[in-house]
T-cell receptor, first 116, second 114 residues
Framework: GAGVSQSPSNKVTEKGKDVELRCDPI?????LYWYRQSLGQGLEFLIY????????KSGLPSDRFSAERTGGSVSTLTIQRTQQEDSAVYLC??????????????FGPGTRLLVL | DAKTTQPNSMESNEEEPVHLPCNHS???????IHWYRQLPSQGPEYVIH???SNVNNRMASLAIAEDRKSSTLILHRATLRDAAVYYC???????????????FGQGTRLTINP
């Protein structure tokens, strides 16, 4: 079946502009996660949605970052007033229930963001 | 999530077995041991996970020490496509909402020589 898809695959923007990154999770998955991977850095958690629960926003680095998940499916990560340090690969993942310690997270291919 | 320690890099030859170690001396009784890998220019992918007993699947085997303070991911016959960064991650089986995120360390970069 279809996996997690993300768009765009690459995005180049100018400092100060806003960007929106989209994630389509696997159909039927109730949990959705955003991570980012900066050049030479490890993967860091940003935000987690699970069903109708309040999202876990503990990983968002600043108030310029926000995310929403409409209808329990597609999610959009928005970065306002982009800075050069926001350049990274933004990865989305989904899992079936988002509970317990055994669930597999399925990752998309990522969006490569470059802020000039 | 408890901390894990892995070697920064390892190298092996094609068609030979590879043993990737992970130390997790502060593991709790409710932590599952998960392994993910990230191939070049791709998102991470699940490899295997276990709690106490050794586990096998089509991709790899996971050997867990009796005291659970360490584990080893075993690739039985490495191929060039197995060249990736391998991450060992602990996840709380109680699965409270705050524990759902995966906490990635630096992982082990595996190089496979033809």
């Amino acid at each position: 079946g279809a996996g997690v898809s993300q768009s765009p695959s690459n995005k180049v923007t100018e400092k100060g502009k806003d960007v929106e990154l989209r994630c389509d999770p696997i159909s039927g998955h109730t949990a959705l996660y955003w991570y980012r991977q900066s050049l030479g850095q490890g993967l860091e958690f940003l935000i987690y949605f699970q069903g109708n629960s309040a999202p876990d926003k503990s990983g968002l680095p600043s108030d310029r970052f926000s995310a929403e998940r409409t209808g329990g499916s597609v999610s959009t990560l928005t970065i306002q007033r982009t800075q050069q340090e926001d350049s990274a690969v933004y990865l989305c993942a989904s899992s079936l229930l988002g509970i317990g310690g055994q669930e597999t997270q399925y990752f998309g291919p990522g969006t490569r963001l470059l802020v000039l | 999530d408890a901390k894990t320690t892995q070697p920064n890099s390892m190298e092996s030859n094609e068609e030979e077995p590879v043993h990737l170690p992970c130390n997790h001396s502060t593991i709790s009784g409710t932590d599952y041991i998960h392994w993910y890998r990230q191939l070049p220019s791709q998102g991470p992918e699940y490899v295997i996970h276990g709690l106490t007993s050794n586990v096998n699947n089509r991709m790899a085997s996971l050997a867990i020490a009796e005291d659970r303070k360490s584990s080893t991911l075993i690739l039985h016959r490495a191929t060039l496509r197995d060249a990736a960064v391998y991450y060992c991650i602990l996840r709380d089986v109680q699965g409270i909402q705050g524990a759902q995120k995966l906490v990635f360390g630096q992982g082990t970069r595996l190089t496979i020589n033809p």
